[in-house]
C-alpha cells in the first residue's frame, strides 16, 4: 500500500509541475491552474482513501481467515 501511495505522489508532483509549466506558458489562467491543482488532489485523495478500505479490508479477511 505504501508503494501504491508513492506512485500516486509521484504522479500527483509530475502533473503539478506541468500545470505549473502550462500556466506560466500563458496556456492556461492562475484561476484555472488552482482548479486543475485542486482536481489532481481531489483525485489524490479518493485514490488514498480506496488504498485504505483495500488494506481494510485485506486485514479483516486475513483476520478471519
Known sequence: VEEA???VRRA???HSK???GAEKNKEFSKDE???RKESLQ???DE???RMV???TQK???IENA
Open 18 to 20: 506541468m500545470i505549473e
Open 5 to 7: 501511495r508513492i506512485s
Open 42 to 44: 481531489k483525485t489524490v
Open 12 to 14: 500527483r508532483d509530475h
Open 33 to 35: 491552474k488552482f482548479r
Open 47 to 49: 485514490f488514498n482513501a
Open 59 to 61: 486485514a479483516q479477511e
Open 53 to 55: 478500505a483495500l488494506e
